[in-house]
């Protein structure tokens, strides 16, 4: 097992906001918006008209009402359709000191790129409004407040992720992709690397690294990881194994060491876990 590619997965309640940037603004018709070379995570809100939102060369209208997440490794270009299209947004890390295009962090559920907003979350459009307010203010306070609106906002998307985090993550992987994650998720208290992978489905080992930087993003070191502790979280939940028994269920021998690991991905101990 590669112990060095551990990317830390946090949870909506576990992270810590840097806004870089907001705004607010009203935009004319065909107004176009490159890809964004700054590093930073973006979130963009539709408060009124409508925006042409284009990946890989596929193009779709997204309406009032929609929040668009636009990672810094995605060429996403963004295209005012109506006139006076409004919009909010903000940019930056969702923790101090860390880089989502460094992939030093993941977010679990994982972020859709369009979230269409419940009658619920409408004031998800103020709190957006916000930031860019909190961004415009020289107060002692303001930069704090713009933070706290960037979470409040996160936490709401994030229900909606939730419900759609393993249909969004299936529908995007190849029937070859689904195969080798179906392989990783039954045999998880074994051995598990890219090798195995590589003899398991006949494929050279650094091909199989393509793979899954192309289609998930992340080495399958790292997705292996993932899937460990996802599971370990899940048994953690929903069942009365001992920490030592659900380690060595998905693959760790070493309890300390599984303890670490799963620290590192959820910010909180497995002890801790069980007793949430």
């Known amino acids: ?8 997965h946090l949870t909506p309640l576990h992270i810590d906001p840097h806004i870089h940037y907001a705004s607010h603004r009203i935009l004319e018709q065909d107004w176009y918006g490159a890809p964004h070379r700054s590093g930073d995570l973006r979130f963009v809100c539709i408060l009124n008209g409508s925006l042409l939102y284009s990946l890989h060369g596929q193009e779709q209208k997204i309406s009032a009402g929609h929040v668009l997440f636009c990672p810094p490794d995605l060429p996403i270009h963004l295209r005012a359709h109506e ?3 409004e919009l909010s947004s903000f940019y930056g890390e969702l923790i101090p000191r860390a880089s989502w295009a460094q992939q030093d962090y993941r977010l679990h559920p994982e972020p859709q790129h369009i979230t269409k907003l419940s009658d619920n979350h409408k004031h998800i459009g103020q709190l957006f409004q916000l930031c860019a307010h909190c961004y415009n203010t020289t107060g002692p306070y303001a930069e704090t407040q713009m933070n706290t609106f960037a979470k409040s906002i996160i936490l709401c998307l994030a229900s909606n992720w939730n419900k759609h985090d393993n249909k969004q993550q299936d529908a995007g992987m190849s029937p070859r992709m689904h195969d ?7 045999h998880l208290s074994n051995t598990l690397s890219r090798s195995t992978l590589s003899q398991e489905f006949h494929l050279s080992a650094d091909y199989i690294n393509q793979l899954f930087k192309r289609e998930l993003g992340n080495s399958p070191g790292a997705i292996i990881t993932r899937e460990r502790c996802r599971e370990a979280h899940r048994l953690l939940h929903s069942s009365d194994l001992s ?11 070493d309890p300390l060491y599984f303890s670490r690991v799963y620290k590192k991905i959820y910010r909180v101990a497995p002890s801790n876990t069980v007793n949430e």
């Open 1 to 8: 097992m590669d112990k060095t590619e551990i990317v830390e």
């Open 83 to 85: 006139q006076h299209t």
């Open 180 to 186: 080798m994650i179906a392989y990783i998720r039954s």
């Open 243 to 253: 920490i030592g028994e659900i380690s060595r269920a998905v693959g760790y021998n």
